[in-house]
């Protein structure tokens, strides 16, 4: 159980176009998702919380307009990569908590943007 | 405010041998400790998890780590190295109110060498 899916794990496009990046909990419900961005060699960077049905709450220093976060239901929150820069290009992780569990998160594969 | 610090962005040990990956934290109240494995283009995989229970934490993979208050470590260890050990493995701490919040460690590399 526990099981969240990314998609894409891959995506390649052009600078100034937007990428959409799903989260799924494939077997529970998740209130809350978190969205991390990973830099090569480096660790994980807290982008901001998704919370169902409430606007997310971003990390100092993340540009809310530039990485849009939607968490419509229970079971799917969205980032958004709006306008894309070669910058942006990196590793994005989703995770999600269940509700009343012990800290613990579960995470996505992961889905690796390259902006060309 | 919390923090992680892994000492050694990469380890190298021999297959056969013991691996340990160091982990120590700051925090102003009871934390969760958490040990995640990361293998390449992958998400993260939970190796244990602390969470105030027995200080000693048994995980998957024969990983164990345990919880030392007095050093506020959380160090990593397996007897033996096996070649698909080989990963990026992360320290993590959340504060223990069930915020889910993580703070990550920088991560250290561990090479499995045949």
Sequence with gaps: GAV????????????????KIECRSLDFQATTMFWYRQF?????MLMATSNEGSKATYEQGVEKDKFLINHASLTLSTLTVTSAHPEDSSF???????AGGTGE???????RLTVL | ????????SHV?????????????????????LFWYVQYPNQGLQLLLKYTSAATLVKGINGF????????????LTK????????????????????????????GTRLKVLA
Excluded at chain 2, 64 to 75: I, Q, V, Y
């Design chain 2, 64 to 75: 164990e780590a345990e919880f030392k208050k007095s050093e506020t470590s959380f160090h």
């Design chain 1, 4 to 19: 969240v899916s990314q998609h894409p794990s891959r995506v390649i496009c052009k600078s100034g176009t937007s990428v």
């Design chain 2, 12 to 32: 190298s040990v021999s297959e056969g041998a013991l691996v340990l990956l160091r982990c120590n934290y700051s925090s102003s109240v009871p934390p969760y």
């Design chain 2, 1 to 8: 405010a919390q923090s992680v610090t892994q000492l050694g």
């Design chain 2, 79 to 106: 007897p033996s190295a096996h070649m698909s050990d080989a990963a990026e493995y992360f320290c993590a701490v959340s504060e223990a109110s069930g915020t889910y919040k993580y703070i990550f460690g920088t």
């Design chain 1, 105 to 111: 998160l579960f995470f996505g594969e992961g889905s």
């Design chain 1, 92 to 98: 994005y992780i989703c995770s999600a908590s269940l």
């Design chain 1, 40 to 44: 090569p060699k480096k660790s994980l």
